[in-house]
């Protein structure tokens, strides 16, 4: 019987065009990463982390407490309730707090009869408030350019939210 000699050699793999597609990779990830900034909101808080003792005196047709709880309304007041009255409560959607938020800014101008009296607004949080509420409850008073601050709970709004 006859033997075949067989010219074994290995196989060659030309890697110059995977080469060339890391490189596109890299390059595409990199220009991808570098357009999509993350977006902060800017919060100020007290400079010894502290409680803020004294707030300025602001007329309470010019102030909206927002009061989140775990539900899935956003409840507020303007000025402080009379004895035994529950606050009103809105959704967090466009046609809810949104409209809500704006509402108040035109009642305070209109009340003031002037541009420069804008509305401040204190938000105010339980300790079983959803992160998500309080995400959505500021996102609504970014685009409303309003003015707010984050507020301890006092006895008077876990009165009103049926806490104590």
Known sequence: MAEFQTNAKSP???????????????????????????????????????????????????ALTLLLDETDKVKYYTCPLEKGAKPDSADYSREGLRTLILQKQEAAKAYFNSEEKELFVLLKATEKAHYKHLIDAIDELNITHSIFTMAPMEAMDSTYLGLK
């Open 12 to 62: 060659h793999i030309d890697m110059t065009p995977m080469v060339d597609l890391g490189f596109l990779l890299i390059t595409f990830f990199m220009l991808a990463s570098s357009f999509a900034k993350p977006k902060v909101i800017k919060m100020t808080a007290p400079a010894d982390g502290g409680h803020i003792t004294d707030y300025p005196k602001i007329n309470c047709n010019r």
